[in-house]
């Protein structure tokens, strides 16, 4: 009876030559890492194409604004200040404020459905700045806060809106809108990552915006409030964006207002763009 070793019955194991492995692989230098900067306006371009693929996202930067900018100088012009055209000249910052800052939530929304479809643990295994996702995210979203910026000031000047600051004082105007609301949408972006689910990120920011918007001095001002009101509009952060905005479209700027605005946006990034990440990291 004869025995065969493990050697002798295994299978003889085929190496290929190094030649053929060469033949299969790409002959040039793997790329570099991208940069914290490119991989982020990269996110960036992603969003914009997805309002590319679905055009109705812009109707909340479109159709809204222009909708509350007629309906709230139409209805009560006339009433607070005796015409139209004087009411819109007071109205007109106040309203592009609001839209505005509204639009902030659908960053926390955005957020978290890329997380319940899972696409944000795809992100988390490329070879990336990590941060890279949710900052992209952010600044697709200033082009919609640029977008609705721009179509509240046309529709003003078809309106008879004119800006005592001119071309200048619009667009430096605008331009601090912008910069407060990027570091304002680090608040829903947290919330969206925190939260279950997009209804509950439109909840609790619903809950929270319509208060600061309409309890300001946005539509009407506050020397006309009850005394209990105007205090809570004084200590309001809408209030004060607005007052900054209007000074500076006015070509008044009021340099303690905007000292303020600065001030509380360096103070939201410094606070909730850590606490964002931390949130990210541990999801």
Request: hydrophobic residues 50%.
């Amino acid at each position: 009876m004869t025995t065969t070793t493990a050697t002798e019955t295994a299978e003889p194991v085929y190496v290929p030559a190094a030649e053929t492995i060469g033949a299969v692989l790409d002959p040039r230098e793997r790329p570099a890492r991208p940069s914290a900067l490119s991989a982020s306006l990269t996110f960036g371009w992603r969003a914009v194409l997805k309002i590319k693929h679905v055009p109705e996202q812009l109707f909340d930067v479109t159709a809204f604004p222009i909708m509350m900018t007629l309906m709230f100088t139409y209805l009560f012009g006339g009433a607070l200040a005796g015409s139209t055209g004087e009411y819109l000249q007071f109205l007109l910052p106040g309203i592009m404020v609001q839209s505005v800052v509204m639009t902030t939530m659908y960053s926390g929304l955005a957020v978290n459905i890329d997380i319940a479809k899972g696409v944000f643990d795809r992100f988390k295994s490329l070879p990336i700045w990590r941060p890279a996702a949710l900052v992209g995210n952010l600044l697709g979203d200033v082009l919609r806060y640029v977008l609705a910026s721009l179509v509240i000031t046309v529709v003003g000047l078809i309106l008879g809106f004119r800006p005592g600051g001119g071309v200048v004082g619009a667009a430096a105007g605008i331009g601090l809108l912008v910069v407060f609301s990027f570091a304002f949408s680090w608040i829903w972006t947290m919330c969206g990552l925190y939260l279950r689910s997009e209804k509950s990120v439109m909840g609790v920011s619903m809950l929270v915006l319509f208060p600061l918007t309409f309890l300001s001095n946005i539509f009407v001002d506050p020397s006309t409030m009850p005394g209990w009101l105007q205090a809570f509009v004084e200590v309001n952060p809408i209030t004060r964006l607005v007052a900054a905005v209007r000074s500076l479209m006015s070509g008044n700027p009021d340099m303690g207002e905007l000292t303020w605005v600065f001030v509380a946006t360096a103070a939201l990034l410094a606070v909730f763009g850590p606490l964002t990440m931390r949130a990210y990291n541990r999801k």
